[in-house]
């Protein structure tokens, strides 16, 4: 795969960036999984470490969640997990997110 260790690079960021949001918003792995009405424990554990996205989906729930507005949650994801969608949408990506070649 040509880009498949850049696009796991965007992938772990965006993890990153929701372990934070749930760290800001003081609630575990668990309290989310059961908040988001996610698959498992499991399921939220690799969304966290870059292993899979954010399914638009679960978008709302996420941001819910996360204290985000659902916008804002959604144009973050779409800068980890589909960068392409969110510069057709929005422009360049943010200057703290390194573009798939």
Not at 25 to 42: D, N, R, V
Not at 62 to 71: D, E, G, I, K, M
Not at 87 to 99: M, Q, S, T, V
Request: hydrophobic share 40%; proline share 4%; glycine share 6%.
């Amino acid at each position: 795969m040509k880009n498949g260790g850049k696009v796991h690079q965007l992938w772990r960021a965006g993890g990153e960036r929701i372990q934070r949001l749930r760290t800001d918003s003081e609630i575990t792995q668990l309290e989310l999984a059961e908040q988001i009405y996610a698959p498992s424990i499991a399921w939220v554990a690799q969304i966290e470490a870059g292993e899979r996205p954010v399914t638009s989906t679960y978008y709302k729930r996420f941001a819910r969640s996360l204290n985000q507005s659902t916008a804002q949650f959604a144009r973050g994801c779409l800068a980890h997990y589909d960068p392409k969608a969110y510069e057709a949408l929005f422009g360049d990506l943010p200057a703290n997110i390194n573009k798939v070649a």
